[in-house]
């Protein structure tokens, strides 16, 4: 999982290319559908921009607490790995553990949901990267070397992000998530159109990088920018490697 939970925060792996994203964009009704038809019930009377005004606020205000909730979550698991109690994260959180548990039925669901979410925030990050002006095979890629290498000189960051990922390998349920994600990289890779031979070492070498900063005991900038470079000009060669 890189390391950028990132809102960039994830994931938690992006595909512009290549994979639909996943969503709302099919099927919506035309917004003057029923336009001509009076309100009913509780709505009767009522001036329309004052109709449901509650209603959004409701749903920010639920968003906001499950978000509040998962970022507490990365948060206290990074420091006292998966076995931290529920209580601990809602304190963290700034809500009552009935609060969360509204939300997530038990610290497994919770950890699971933190999972796909470190997973989705990748995915936006990457596909927020690719260069609109780039239509050459390999971009996504590209894009995917630039977002795991952003955060690689802030020691902080990585060691956070690496103590998350190592709590949540051990959750039930989180490998079938990690399975999952690593599939779509696989199919949005392939529509990407680069060779998998450079696309299997840059991925590799780009997610490795964060694993090299602690083993040499710290990041060396300049050795990170050098590489970065280096696998950026690896996607933009043809054919498998000789």
């Not at 690719?130 to 290498?149: E, M, T």
């Amino acid at each position: 999982m890189p390391p950028k939970d990132r809102d960039t925060g994830a994931p938690p792996r992006g595909r512009d290319a290549g994979v639909p994203p996943r969503g709302r964009d099919a099927g919506v009704p035309p917004k003057d559908r029923d336009a001509g038809a009076p309100p009913r019930g509780r709505d009767a009377g009522v001036p329309p921009k004052d109709r449901d005004a509650g209603a959004p606020l409701k749903g920010r205000d639920t968003a906001r607490t499950r978000r509040a909730v998962l970022d507490a979550a990365a948060r206290t698991v990074a420091r006292q790995g998966a076995g931290v109690s529920l209580d601990v994260i809602a304190r963290e959180a700034g809500v009552s553990k009935s609060g969360l548990l509204h939300h997530f039925r038990s610290r497994d669901e919770l950890l699971r949901a933190l999972t796909q979410d470190q997973v989705d925030r990748f995915v936006a990050d990457v596909r927020a990267a690719v260069d609109p002006a780039d239509h050459a095979p390999g971009r996504l890629v590209r894009a995917y070397v630039k977002v795991i290498f952003e955060d690689l000189d802030d020691e902080a960051v990585v060691s956070e992000h690496l103590l998350l990922a190592a709590a949540l390998s051990t959750v039930p349920g989180v490998a079938g998530i990690l399975q999952e994600d690593a599939r779509q990289w696989e199919s949005a890779f392939t529509a990407d159109g680069l060779h998998p031979d450079r696309v299997l070492l840059i991925t590799k070498a780009a997610d490795g990088a964060s694993l090299a900063t602690l083993y040499e005991g710290g990041s060396n900038p300049a050795a990170l920018e050098r590489t970065r470079d280096l696998l950026l000009s690896l996607s933009r060669g043809e054919g498998p490697f000789t």
